[in-house]
């Protein structure tokens, strides 16, 4: 598949669901991916790029960087605290909100540094033990948190479990979004993005559609 191809899927399911295209923001997840891939990419015009490792991210981003300054980064992975400097530094949006402690560690830094990425909190919607994500009960807790902290709060993240019906986790993110009145849903990937779109997406986490499969090797 390729990056054309995935826009005009995206904006014929926004049609099929009566919204505007424009407001569905594809992030590219380049993880893993081999850079003559990453930068073909880039070379097709494309600059909103997913990461999901800080240190894998800060290995390949700062050199693209240089070259195409206009690149958006969203952290799509786990942050740990330690980590949540660099991850400033690095990223436009972190999506992986998912406890006061690192909420708290983000203002901290954004009041030293005088600069915060956009974030979104990360909701374990699925109640799965291994899972990041804030837990479904704690969920309106950590978001009126964040706005106590004056993070940039933009939205919600989900991750559905592999098994289940992506649907009923992206219509249940969309229902916490919406009583929290939070605007931005982060959910869908290759395989289900058309479903998240359904279900009111902004920003949909796309990669092996785009990329290939990732060689873990
Ligand atoms: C890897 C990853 C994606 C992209 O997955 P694909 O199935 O390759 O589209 C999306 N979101 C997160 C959080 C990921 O880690």
Redesign the pocket.
Known sequence: MSLTEINSRIETAAQKHGRDPSDIHL?A?S??QPLERVEAVLLEGHRVF?E?RVQEAQGKWPNFKEKFPDVELHL??PLQTNKARAAMDLFDVI??VDRPKLARTLARLADETGHCPDVFVQVNTGDEGQKAGVALEDADALVAECRELNLPLKGL?C?PPVHESPSLHFALLAKIASRNGLTGLSMG???D?EDAIAQGATHV???????G??DYG
Do not use: D, L, P, Q
């Not at 986490?205 to 990329?211: C, E, L, Q």
């Open positions: 992030i997840v993880k893993v997913g999901n799509i992975g999506h992986t993240m991750i990937m290759s395989g993005f986490r796309v990669g092996s559609a785009i990329f499969a990732r």
